[in-house]
């Protein structure tokens, strides 16, 4: 079955770090290849019932993360398949070089997750905000980055990446999700999803932004405006050909993301949309700013990620269009 739109969206019951957790234990009951590397957060990653069954298949380095990056690229080249996690810059921003060299040139098996995305750090400030960390690993070839959106997607994308090869980034919501998608839907890596069919404009959101683009389109829609909402899961490799459809079909496309407008969405969709159509592109995200402390609902107001900007957005791309 492919991905259904939830006919209730709602907080999910369970946080998404306990269903990483629950995912990687199912999986190790059947793949012994499988380890977790951590940096001094299982608590915090929910990842201490993985520890107690799994002892000798578990490793807490401290917070050495360029050093865990590294073990985890040995632990690979020995044919085990390693899961690697810290909270979001430090799994990306502080470990870069091991990450391209160890991990990306070699062209080893290693999955990284990075949890607390963007905004959702809150109370943890700016200095555990990651606004750039799918930007920064942009630049690995090869490398795939992943932003499930809720915890149906994460499981999915948890049980594929298992049994795939090569360098994975998964930017993992730690808390309670809002239920995006039916509990029988299943995803493809690298294509996009159409959530919402419009004609006027697409709204390509990712993360905690597609529940606020569904908001959006909603109230577009009371105003006449039909704004179709696609969620694009998969940053690299990006789906170049939905893209393409809907700057075709609909002539305008706005973005909507958890992190720095610069070099994440909003840049891999202009990178697209500027080698293939010419439609007219606004962004909703972070712009060139550094995070700080505060609860979720601030700092969502704070930067402007909500679906008042977002049909703010929407308002200004269509007057490009229509100019």
Do not use: W
């Amino acid at each position: 079955m492919s991905a259904v739109l939830a006919n209730m969206r709602v907080k999910e019951d369970k946080e998404m770090r306990n269903v990483y957790c629950e995912t990687l234990m199912e999986l190790s009951e059947e793949n012994n290849k499988i380890v977790v590397l951590d940096a001094d957060l299982m608590n915090s990653m929910g990842m201490t019932k993985y520890a107690n069954k799994y002892p000798e298949r578990t490793f807490n380095v401290g917070i050495q993360e360029a050093n865990m990056v590294g073990i985890a690229a040995g632990l690979s080249a020995t044919g085990l398949v390693p899961f690697a996690h810290s909270f979001g810059p430090f799994a990306t921003r502080r470990c870069f070089d091991q990450l391209f060299l160890s991990c990306g040139y070699a062209k080893l098996n290693v999955r990284i997750v990075g949890s607390d995305p963007g905004v959702t750090a809150a109370y943890n400030g700016g200095t555990h905000m990651p606004f750039e960390d799918m930007g920064i690993l942009r630049n690995i070839p090869n490398i795939t980055i992943l932003e499930p959106v809720d915890s149906v997607m994460l499981k999915d994308i948890i049980k594929q990446t298992s049994n795939m090869y090569g360098l994975f980034y998964i930017r993992l919501l730690r808390k309670n999700a809002v239920k995006i998608y039916e509990d029988s839907s299943t995803f493809e890596i690298g294509k996009g999803i159409t959530l919402k069919d419009g004609r006027d404009v697409t709204i390509i959101a990712t993360g905690i932004m597609v529940d606020d683009a569904l908001k959006a389109s909603d109230e577009l829609e009371k105003t006449g405006i039909s704004a179709r909402v696609v969620n694009i899961f998969t940053l690299k490799p990006i789906d170049k050909e939905l893209i393409i459809k809907c700057a075709k079909e609909t002539g305008a496309i706005v973005t909507a993301e958890n992190h720095s407008v610069i070099n994440g969405l909003y840049s891999a969709v202009s990178e697209v949309i500027a080698e293939s159509t010419l439609v007219p592109v606004e962004k909703v995200g972070v712009m060139d700013e550094f995070g700080e402390v505060g609860p979720l609902d601030y700092l969502k107001q704070r930067f402007k990620l909500t679906p008042e900007s977002i049909v703010e957005k929407v308002k200004k791309v269509l007057k490009r269009k229509n100019s």
